[in-house]
């Protein structure tokens, strides 16, 4: 019988796409005044492609910036704290967030977060979204010392909510580090769609909406008993 279900933050509940496209609009018209010698689409598609998905630290992302658009009135540190203090007021969900988590949580799971990042801004992201109260474990990267796909993190998570790898499922969208991370542990593993990615032949389920998820899960509590 399947006890948790954890999940990716970035592409899984967040939908970072949306959210920076968004975030880097206001920021742009926040900062305006030292931005307006740049055409905002450029500003904002040069971000998108520096960051590529969120691989590449956010301050070399604005060091990138300020140099190639020869920014005089502002400072890559100043576009960093922005970044820092202002994103979580542009956090998007995925459609039928909340109320997956709530079917789920009501239905008896335990729930948990495991996300690659920075700690501070990861919890903010969380916050952003309005779901902490939801979750029963978060684990972040940065203070565990520890990155997905290793079966460290995993490992610790599932200590902390007390159960084994064969009573868990990971729902994320990267194809290695979340679907075959958690496999590799012994963890069910859901693909949330991401059509950048190819799709993984290790994934026990697809799922193109969150909503599906709570079915999926029954359907697995199905072949296991």
Known sequence: MLKAIL????GTLLDRETSLK???GTQYDRLIWGLHEIPKED???RF???????????DKVYQSL???????????????????NQFIHSCVPFPHLKTTLETLKTSGYLLGIITNGLEIFQHRTIQGLG????????????SEGVRKPEAEIFDRALQKLRVKAQQS??????????????????MKAVWKRDPYWTEPIEAD????????LPSIIQSFNHSIN
């Open 7 to 10: 999940f990716d933050l970035d």
């Open 22 to 24: 968004q975030f880097i």
């Open 43 to 45: 500003y904002i598609s």
């Open 48 to 58: 998108i492609e520096l960051d590529c998905r969120g691989y590449v630290w956010k």
């Open 66 to 84: 300020i140099s190639e658009f020869s920014i005089k009135k502002l400072s890559w540190q100043d576009l960093l704290n922005d970044y820092e």
């Open 131 to 142: 779901i902490e109260n939801y979750f029963d474990v978060i684990i972040i990267s940065e």
């Open 169 to 186: 499922v990971f729902v994320g969208d990267h194809p290695t580090i979340d679907v075959l991370g958690a496999k590799s542990f012994g």
């Open 205 to 212: 389920a697809i799922i193109d909406d969150l909503s599906l």
